[in-house]
């Protein structure tokens, strides 16, 4: 029985060789080259599923092993994906890395922006001279020739703006000229209709039932002036009432500010 077990395991062994056998043949005839993918749907695709293979690998190792990975990705985007191990940063991870390795991954850096910060300052300081000097300030500093650009330059500015002092005031008087001769075309229109109400006392009188006759309202440089003409419509009760001819006294102006 033992003997039997020992060929069945023998048998068993010898199929397991044959199989791995094939299957690196097989492996040899499929390999994937490793280059550079061209078709650009294929390379996303074969980037997201590396990278979470990837990601699961250094989640496992974590648990496991109770490791400290920190995993930082660039796409061919320019999109970023990380990982990082659970109560840790990345910040930490490159902290301990320095105290590791000795090597200073942040003095670079550091003095980068410690010069980007003199140059910033620098040009402050220069535009505030540059105002100071503008309102009459900070001259000794300044020799003859500088002395004359600045002169130069800040009658080019008085120029500029006394160009754009004219022109705006040349844009208020046409405004004002406008409003003026519609003002003016109210009062001819005005003037107008007190004529014809004069020569004729039924012109624009309506008789609806109420207590007078007409109602005329006007703009008058900013306020609403109502002229009413008091007359009593009741005369069409007495055929033998005479009309009383309009006139302008019969017109009485009210003033409403708004």
Request: charged share 30%.
């Given at each position: 029985?033992?003997?039997?077990?020992?060929?069945?395991?023998?048998?068993?062994?010898?199929?397991?060789?044959?199989?791995?056998?094939?299957?690196?043949?097989?492996?040899?005839?499929?390999?994937?080259?490793?280059?550079?993918?061209?078709?650009q749907?294929?390379?996303?695709?074969?980037?997201?599923?590396?990278?979470?293979?990837?990601?699961?690998?250094?989640?496992?190792?974590?648990?496991l092993?109770?490791?400290?990975?920190?995993?930082?990705?660039?796409?061919?985007?320019n999109?970023?994906?990380?990982?990082?191990?659970?109560?840790?940063?990345?910040?930490?991870?490159?902290?301990?890395?320095?105290?590791?390795?000795?090597?200073?991954?942040?003095?670079?850096?550091?003095?980068?922006?410690?010069?980007?910060?003199?140059?910033?300052?620098?040009?402050?300081?220069?535009?505030?001279?540059?105002?100071?000097?503008?309102?009459?300030?900070?001259?000794?500093?300044?020799?003859?020739?500088?002395?004359?650009?600045?002169e130069?330059?800040?009658?080019?500015?008085?120029?500029?703006?006394?160009?754009?002092?004219?022109?705006?005031?040349?844009?208020?008087?046409?405004?004002?000229?406008?409003?003026s001769?519609?003002?003016?075309?109210?009062?001819k229109?005005?003037?107008?209709?007190?004529?014809?109400?004069?020569?004729?006392?039924?012109?624009?009188?309506?008789?609806?039932?109420?207590?007078?006759?007409?109602?005329?309202?006007?703009?008058?440089?900013?306020?609403?002036?109502?002229?009413?003409?008091?007359?009593?419509?009741?005369?069409?009760?007495?055929?033998?009432?005479?009309?009383?001819?309009?006139?302008?006294?019969?017109?009485?102006?009210?003033?409403?500010?708004?």
């Amino acid at each position: 029985f033992l003997l039997y077990l020992f060929v069945l395991s023998s048998k068993s062994i010898s199929s397991t060789k044959g199989q791995k056998i094939n299957r690196k043949k097989n492996m040899a005839r499929g390999k994937i080259q490793i280059k550079r993918i061209e078709n650009q749907t294929n390379r996303q695709v074969t980037y997201s599923k590396r990278r979470n293979g990837l990601f699961k690998k250094a989640h496992e190792l974590t648990v496991l092993c109770d490791a400290r990975i920190s995993i930082i990705m660039f796409s061919s985007s320019n999109k970023l994906h990380e990982y990082i191990s659970p109560n840790t940063t990345t910040k930490e991870i490159i902290d301990l890395y320095q105290t590791v390795s000795d090597v200073d991954v942040w003095s670079t850096q550091y003095e980068r922006m410690q010069e980007t910060k003199r140059k910033l300052l620098e040009t402050n300081r220069n535009l505030r001279t540059q105002i100071k000097q503008r309102l009459g300030e900070c001259l000794d500093e300044l020799d003859i020739q500088e002395l004359r650009s600045l002169e130069d330059e800040m009658e080019n500015t008085c120029k500029l703006v006394r160009e754009r002092k004219i022109k705006s005031l040349g844009n208020q008087i046409e405004t004002t000229k406008k409003k003026s001769k519609s003002q003016q075309d109210i009062q001819k229109n005005l003037i107008h209709e007190l004529e014809l109400r004069a020569e004729d006392p039924h012109y624009g009188l309506v008789d609806n039932g109420g207590d007078y006759d007409s109602v005329l309202g006007y703009q008058i440089e900013g306020s609403r002036a109502y002229a009413l003409r008091f007359h009593q419509n009741h005369h069409h009760h007495y055929p033998n009432h005479a009309l009383h001819a309009a006139s302008a006294s019969d017109i009485i102006t009210f003033h409403l500010l708004e």
